[in-house]
């Protein structure tokens, strides 16, 4: 199983991004995809995740501005991040559960003026 994240990068408070993830190795249309976050000195933490119907599942400090979403013909999946704030400065990390967990490289996103 690889999972590539990409479309990290530096942007302004209030501003917006869009991770995305490419996924090969498994069976991607049943996989339960997630992001998580580190932040610096912190825990990982999980951001959103969505099942293979297209549930999703939230942080409760990223409601309202965060879009997961799938796209099982490519394999990929999204994180959509509006009014971005200094909080949300972290490496996200792309993951799935196929047989044990695993995690893609993180994306650096850095929110800063």
């Known amino acids: 199983v690889q999972l590539q994240a990409s479309g990290g990068g530096l942007v302004q408070p209030g501003g917006s991004l869009r991770l995305s993830c490419k996924a090969s190795?498994?069976?991607?249309?049943?996989?339960?995809m997630a992001w998580y976050r580190q932040a610096p000195g912190m825990q990982r933490e999980l951001v959103a995740n969505?099942?293979?119907?297209?549930?999703?599942n939230y942080a409760d400090s990223v409601k309202g501005r965060f879009t997961i979403s799938r796209d099982n013909a490519r394999r990929l999946v999204h994180l959509q991040m509006n009014s971005l704030s200094p909080e949300d400065t972290a490496v996200y990390y792309c993951?799935?559960?196929?047989?044990?967990?695993?995690w893609g490289k993180g994306t650096l996103v850095t929110v800063s003026s």
């Open positions: 190795g498994m069976n991607f249309a049943i996989s339960v």
């Open positions: 993951n799935t559960n196929w047989g044990r967990t695993y």
């Open positions: 969505i099942t293979s119907s297209g549930i999703t």
